[in-house]
Structure formats: structure tokens, C-alpha cells
């Protein structure tokens, strides 16, 4: 079952302190919901583990986060997949793009996909969709606050 979400946050920060934050594992972990640990396992690559509650299921999801197609510091791709034992699993991913649009605010729009599988995707698509919407959501309000308070 596959979903896309757009949405867009305006950041009290200059362009390169929110690329910089989005390079940095400590400020990811920070803002990822349910993120239990976050570690760089090579320039491009994290390891993660993510508690995540969805409807009734709570599951340790347990995965590898990738960033690619970087253009530093305009955006990049971001994608993770993570096995929740007999909960399922999740994979997703967005594409981060970041304008300048004054000399201490930048906006980053995203465009994200997540596609789960398991018992979790038996819970039906509306609490998936709403689930998933609410996290990406929480991810970069937080993301934002955090950088812009420095």
C-alpha cells in the first residue's frame, strides 16, 4: 500500500543551517518521531531504529536510511526501510528541496512516499494515510523549530 504526502515548512534559518540539519544525525533523531537511535554508518548512509505506533500496533522497526541525489545545499533524496518483525515493514522516502527566500528564512517543501506491507497494512488505508501524514508533519515542524532556534 502506497501513499505520497507534500507539504512545505518555513524555517526561521538561513539556507545553510537547515542543509547542514538535515545532514545531521543527532538534529534527525531529534526530530523523527519515535526515533530511538539514528547512527552514520558511512557519508550517505544511517542506521536507525524507530518505535512507531499505528492504530493498535506498536513496532520496533529496525532499518537503513540512504540520502542521495544531494545538491547541496537545494535538496536531496532521502529513503529508509525498516522490518517491524511479525507488525510488517515500511519503506519510504522524500525529496527535499530548499529555497532561500530571504536571508534568515528558507522554505523546504517535501514530497514523501511510504509504502508498508504486513499485518500493519491490513489496518486499512485511512489510518495509514492519516498516521503517516501526522508523522511527516510532526518530523518537520520539529525539524524546523530545532533549526531555527540554532
Known amino acids: ?4 504526502i ?4 518555513t524555517i526561521a534559518a538561513p539556507i545553510e543551517r537547515v542543509w547542514a540539519g538535515l545532514n545531521d544525525p543527532g538534529m534527525l533523531k ?3 518521531p519515535g526515533c530511538q537511535s539514528l547512527e552514520k554508518t558511512s557519508d550517505s548512509e544511517m542506521a536507525a531504529t ?8 506498536k ?4 532499518g537503513a536510511v540512504t540520502l542521495s541525489n544531494l545538491d547541496p545545499p537545494h535538496g536531496y533524496t532521502i529513503t529508509g526501510e525498516g522490518k517491524g518483525g511479525i507488525a510488517g ?6 525529496d527535499v528541496t530548499l529555497t532561500e527566500v530571504g536571508p534568515n528564512e ?5 514530497a514523501a512516499r511510504a509504502d508498508v506491507g504486513g499485518k500493519i497494512a491490513q489496518l486499512g488505508s485511512r489510518l495509514i ?6 508523522l511527516a508533519g510532526e518530523f518537520f515542524s520539529t525539524f524546523g523549530a530545532k533549526v531555527s532556534a540554532g
Open 89 to 94: 515493514f515500511a519503506k519510504g522516502g522524500a
Open 6 to 9: 507534500e507539504g512545505e515548512e
Open 50 to 57: 524507530v518505535v512507531l505506533k499505528i492504530g493498535p500496533i
Open 1 to 4: 500500500m502506497a501513499l505520497v
Open 129 to 134: 494515510t492519516s498516521t503517516s501524514k501526522k
Open 59 to 62: 513496532a520496533t522497526f529496525s
Open 106 to 110: 528558507t522554505l523546504l517543501k517535501y
Open 30 to 32: 531529534a526530530s523523527i
